[in-house]
């Protein structure tokens, strides 16, 4: 195949990686932020509650689809045309959904809330309800950004590939997966600690604002967005000076359009009917808090089942296919997308555990925020440790083998969800659970470098894109996947138990409570049980991920 390539004196790249992690960082957080005040935005924009909360959703549905959606293309678009110039458009397509969502009006009487409301009233006749179109201009504004900050991971991790030979890729890899992880992990967390910091200093905003002579209203929620501005406009401009020497090759084939359209197509139908959900609230107390199966799964997953399997059939026949499935089948590229899915699937456990036990201990008290701050500090415990593990693990896969560096994070995890199986009880104190959380969380970040490293290094250079974008598409699924089976087995598990232990005859309410209580922490420690089993099983094409790449291998 033929290629072009271009070649300049390059900076550090450890600086690059650096430079063009804090967007990957701000896109993530941006996937969740939104959850911490969603009901705020109902309010502000006076809409009834109970009507539009379906609707509403979309502000994160929405989100979470395009981002997906976006790798899925971008980062073959970016082998095409350029990384550079995909990651300046990705950078400017986020900055404008920023721009939209902080600039809405909630009385849509101004901006592109007040031209979507005068084109609603001239096609129908009628005057639309202004907060429906504030809200709608908000969901658009969120999809909007979702397509850039998603494809910033893929081409991201493709950067990692131009600018670090194939011994050195796997730690930079693992980092960037990581804090795309991290983010939207604690994207509840910083959206509720700013919303919550704007509403404490109102007044002294206000008084602010007054002796600069600058008529602004008192931040609330749409700071957020307004923040993304000027952060992405010194991204633009910073990454433009470090990444004008990376040598990148540019592939000569054609974009696969059909192909492109049918997997977007189908991984749309799935998240949807899996519930497009892997958000995880820290009120949740229960498995039916965390979703489940939406009404009209069956047909969104057929549908997606159709539209793959035409996909598969377009990417056979397609001299340039979006994914070069013979080559994904054949090689590392096929066992570490399904490690990964599997990484996802256990990932979604851990997030799952800890909001869930937290609640379910306090479900009679009345300081719920004091709760949603122990699930902060205990997910933390997760979270944290599993994104600093990025590191060694990138460092013990240069020296002992991709294969062997999964597998060694995989039998770490395996280790610390059968001592959840094992210890969890009602009463066990919040340092045990932080430690086996802990262990949990870096066995699996010990699988962020390996895996990638071993997926794009299986790559040919001309397909950096496509293959990075299979590392965070699949953890994705995982987790999508993950969360909606949790719900449906959990909740029917549980069910059975209460069943077999309560009867049919009426009982104290109180002593109901402490029953499904109980029960509930039982639930909890056989889903780590499933986690340990999907990490037996991921073990086998972990272990064949091969071995590491030396200096001058291919």
């Not at 009006?105 to 009628?126: C, K, M, V």
């Amino acid at each position: 195949m033929s290629a072009v390539t271009t070649s300049r004196a390059r900076p550090n790249p450890w600086l690059i990686l650096l430079l063009v992690a804090i967007p990957v960082f701000i896109g993530s957080l941006d996937l969740t932020i939104v959850s911490a005040f969603l009901p705020e935005i109902i309010v502000q924009l006076e809409l009834p509650i109970q009507n539009v909360i379906d609707d509403a959703a979309w502000v994160v549905t929405g989100y979470l689809l395009a981002y997906t959606v976006s790798m899925t293309f971008m980062g073959r678009l970016s082998d095409i045309i350029g990384r550079r110039r995909t990651y300046f458009a990705c950078l400017v397509i986020f900055l404008i959904g920023s721009f939209i969502v902080a600039e809405v009006d909630p009385q849509a009487r101004s901006g592109i809330a007040g031209w979507l409301y005068n084109a609603a009233f001239r096609i129908t006749g009628e005057r639309p309800d202004a907060g429906g179109i504030a809200l709608i201009t908000i969901i658009i504004g969120r999809i909007v950004q979702a397509l850039g900050a998603g494809a910033l991971v893929p081409v991201s991790l493709a950067l990692v590939g131009d600018m670090f030979p194939r011994e050195k890729r796997a730690q930079p890899l693992g980092i960037i997966g990581a804090i795309d992880t991290l983010g939207w992990v604690l994207g509840h967390l910083y959206g509720g600690i700013m919303v919550n910091f704007f509403a404490a200093n109102a007044l002294g905003f206000e008084n602010l604002f007054a002796s600069l002579g600058l008529n602004w209203d008192v931040p609330d929620w749409r700071w957020l967005f307004w923040i993304n501005i000027p952060v992405t406009l010194i991204a633009i401009v910073v990454t433009a000076f470090a990444l004008r020497g990376v040598k990148h090759e540019r592939s000569k084939a054609r974009f696969d359009l059909l192909g492109a359209l049918l997997i977007a197509g189908s991984i749309t139908c799935l998240v949807l009917g899996l519930g497009a959900n892997i958000e995880i609230s820290s009120s949740a107390s229960s498995f039916t808090d965390l979703g489940g199966l939406p009404p009209y799964a069956a047909p969104l997953l057929a549908a997606a089942a159709v539209m793959f399997a035409a996909f598969v059939f377009v990417e056979l026949r397609h001299p340039y296919p979006l994914f070069d499935l013979r080559r994904i089948v054949r090689g590392s590229t096929g066992r570490g997308s399904l490690v990964n899915l599997l990484v996802g699937f256990c990932l979604m456990i851990g997030l799952v555990s800890v909001p869930i036990l937290v609640n379910i201990r306090v479900a009679d008290a009345t300081n719920l925020s004091a709760a949603a701050l122990q699930v902060g500090i205990l997910l933390s415990a997760f979270t944290v440790p599993m994104a600093l593990a990025a590191i060694p693990g990138g460092w013990l896969a240069a020296r002992v083998g991709y294969g062997r560096a999964a597998s060694i994070g995989l039998g770490l995890a395996l280790i610390g969800f059968l001592l959840i199986w094992r210890t969890w009880t009602l009463d066990m104190s919040d340092a045990l659970v932080a430690v086996q959380m802990a262990i949990v969380g870096i066995g699996i970040g010990l699988t962020f470098s390996p895996i990638s490293a071993a997926v794009i290094n299986d790559a040919e250079d001309d397909r950096l894109g496509a293959s990075s974008a299979l590392v965070i598409i699949m953890r994705l699924l995982g987790m999508t996947i993950s969360i909606s089976l949790l719900t449906a087995l959990a909740s029917q598990r549980l069910g059975i138990l209460a069943a077999a232990e309560l009867g049919a005859e009426v009982v104290d309410p109180f002593a109901a409570i402490d029953v499904y209580s109980r029960l509930t922490v039982q639930v909890l420690g056989e889903i780590n049980l499933v986690g340990a089993i999907i990490c037996i099983v991921a073990l086998i094409p972990a272990w064949r991920l091969g071995k590491r790449i030396v200096s001058g291998g291919g």
